[in-house]
């Protein structure tokens, strides 16, 4: 079964938003690229703003559910946070695209929308953060303050995409074993 118009329009917009940023992108932009009349597209979409909140909480949801994944798996803290690293390369991997919305333009949202981002990426770090503290009550982590270390790893991990890119993106793999052992050793 082929992708459903509103998914291509999805699709098409969120290249044009990583290759312009949402602000650059008209609707009249996304129905060009699609070779249909800008008109049509609201048979589909009610507009960008439901383009960029799609694309955004598409992989704020992601993000959400693999965390929870994580809070809940029985591991220690430096395993959970190896899997909060791989977890990021792969969602990287999987929607550049809104990775990059996510990154650049997710300021843009409003309303509901907004707010239900805001509140996921804080919840994500507070469970990261909680794991980091854990870690470090422990002794399995330096004594190091929790925010700098949340803010280096998540910091790495949210450029990732651009990187990635830039180099000709590398295999998954090899990401994941070598970003986890170059993140995890700063830590321990």
């Known amino acids: 079964m082929g992708i459903t118009r509103k998914q291509e329009i999805i699709q098409i917009a969120s290249r044009l938003f990583k290759e312009r940023g949402y602000s ?31 694309l955004i909480i598409e992989v704020g949801e992601e993000f959400t559910s693999q965390m929870s994944q994580v809070m809940t798996a029985s591991l220690n803290p430096i395993e959970k946070i190896e899997k909060v690293i791989e977890m990021h390369i792969d969602v990287t991997v999987n929607f550049p695209d809104n990775i990059a919305t996510l990154n650049n333009d997710w300021m843009h949202l409003e309303g509901i929308a907004l707010n239900r981002v805001v509140k996921m990426r804080e919840d994500y770090e507070e ?34 995409y651009l990187w990635n890119e830039k180099r000709g993106k590398m295999d998954v793999n090899v990401l994941k074993k070598d970003m986890v052992s170059v993140l995890i050793n700063g830590i321990i």
């Open 24 to 54: 650059a992108v008209s609707m009249r932009d996304i129905a060009q690229a699609l070779d249909i009349k800008a008109a049509s597209l609201y048979n589909h979409i009610s507009g960008k703003q439901e383009i960029l909140a799609t």
């Open 127 to 160: 469970n990261f953060r909680k794991i980091i503290k854990l870690g470090i009550s422990e002794g399995n982590i330096k004594s190091q303050h929790p925010e700098v270390i949340l803010f280096s790893i998540l910091s790495t991990l949210r450029t990732l």
